[in-house]
């Protein structure tokens, strides 16, 4: 058994801390309108040499800082925390559930 935790998709030599900041910055750099690591590092209370630093995996982000990064900036924690997508079409999404279920929820027909 074991009780580390597997990311999905972290690259062999890759640890934790750079696996977190490559899945952030490529979200950052996929934003319609990109905001600068100044902007981003003012809103949640970092010097840009701060943010730059935990971005290029340098310096490892606390959770805080992360979870408000990814607040500032929109984007989904879960996902750059653990490389996975949450699905917006399984109960409890976005859709509010009205998308497709997982088999064992289907209505009963008659």
Known sequence: MTTSLELVDSHDDESVKTAVARRLRQELAGKPRRISQRVIAEAVGMTQQQLSGRLIGKIEFGVEELTNVC?????????????????????????????VRPKGFEPLTS
Do not use: S
């Not at 607040?71 to 009205?98: C, F, S, W």
């Open 71 to 99: 607040e500032a900036t929109h984007i989904d924690l879960v996902y750059v925390m653990t490389g996975v997508r949450k699905n917006p079409r399984h109960p409890g999404g976005d859709d509010g559930g009205q998308g």
